[in-house]
């Protein structure tokens, strides 16, 4: 076990787990912050997409060790009240089915509009190919992505 300082949605949590210990178990289960699921456990789904020093991460296969000293942001840090262009644009265009991927989803869309506010579809398509949607909902995921870019 080993003490780490992390900064997570604008706090500071300390957190004594095993150095190796995936980033996304302890956001859940020490932090707890349930909106950042888990999906595969091997980066090849998600789900468990969030924004470390911006940057979109997959954090089910990245050691908390990594994360010491960065900003990490989860679903719950990207509005107070859940009012984020992309959060609002997601309602109006009704994206989930299931709902189980959508944090993945909106924290890989809000690291596209920081890097680029006005993606084509084809740029949208490429970035958004790195979460999966088992409920096929790809067609109302880019239109609300494009709405987003437009407020």
């Known amino acids: 076990m080993a003490s780490f300082n992390l900064r997570i949605n604008g706090k500071s949590e300390t957190v004594d787990v095993d150095p190796a210990m995936p ?40 050691p908390v060790s990594a994360f010491e000293g960065k900003e990490i ?3 719950e840090g990207i509005s107070e ?11 109006e265009e009704q994206v989930p089915q299931c709902g189980y991927c959508q944090s993945g989803q909106i924290m890989t869309a809000v690291a596209l509009l920081d890097r ?15 979460v ?20």
Not at 121 to 127: A, N, R, S, Y
Request: charged letters at 20%; glycine letters at 6%; one cysteine or more.
């Open 23 to 62: 980033l996304l178990w302890v956001i859940r289960d020490f932090i707890w912050l349930t909106g950042t699921k888990f999906g595969c456990g091997i980066s090849q789904c998600g789900a468990c997409t969030i924004h470390m020093d911006g940057n979109p991460v997959q954090s089910c296969v990245m």
């Open 81 to 91: 009240n859940n009012d984020h262009p992309v959060q609002l644009a997601w309602i």
């Open 73 to 75: 942001t989860t679903i």
């Open 116 to 130: 680029n506010p006005n993606p084509s579809e084809d740029e949208i398509d490429k970035v958004m190919d790195s």
């Open 132 to 151: 999966l949607c088992r409920c096929g909902t790809y067609h109302r995921i880019k239109k609300a992505i494009l709405k987003a870019s437009k407020s």
